[in-house]
């Protein structure tokens, strides 16, 4: 049985489904927000922040831990301020501690 006929290539089936598409669209301006903050982040922060998912004009940020939270909690003003002048809509910033970094193996 040959399915290679009817393979396509992830870019091809994100560009003909309009909810994948959407994701990828959220995906990359989700990575363009931190990309925009870097900047402003401590340099020992930046490894532990990661983009996560975008809810209308909330965006979500994903932490290592929860000490890295605690400094990042006190930028959000900054942060939130910083993206809304580089063209964002973000009227806030959810924190979210990723839990399996911090759960023992």
């Known amino acids: 049985m040959n399915h290679r006929k009817n393979s396509m290539t992830l870019l091809q089936a994100t560009q003909e489904s309009p909810?994948?598409?959407?994701?990828?669209d959220l995906t990359r301006?989700?990575?363009?927000?931190?990309?925009a903050i870097e900047p402003l982040l401590p340099a020992g922060l930046r490894s532990a922040v990661k983009a996560?998912?975008?809810?209308?004009?909330?965006?979500?940020?994903?932490?290592d831990n929860n000490s890295v939270a605690a400094k990042f909690r006190q930028l959000l003003?900054?942060?939130?301020?910083?993206?809304?002048?580089?063209?964002?809509?973000?009227?806030?910033?959810?924190?979210?501690?990723?839990?399996?970094r911090n759960t023992p193996h």
């Open 52 to 63: 996560g998912p975008i809810d209308k004009t909330v965006w979500c940020v994903i932490l």
């Open 29 to 35: 301006e989700s990575t363009a927000r931190l990309k």
């Open 77 to 100: 003003p900054s942060l939130e301020a910083h993206l809304r002048s580089k063209g964002f809509d973000v009227q806030s910033i959810r924190i979210k501690v990723n839990s399996a």
């Open 19 to 24: 909810v994948l598409a959407h994701l990828a």
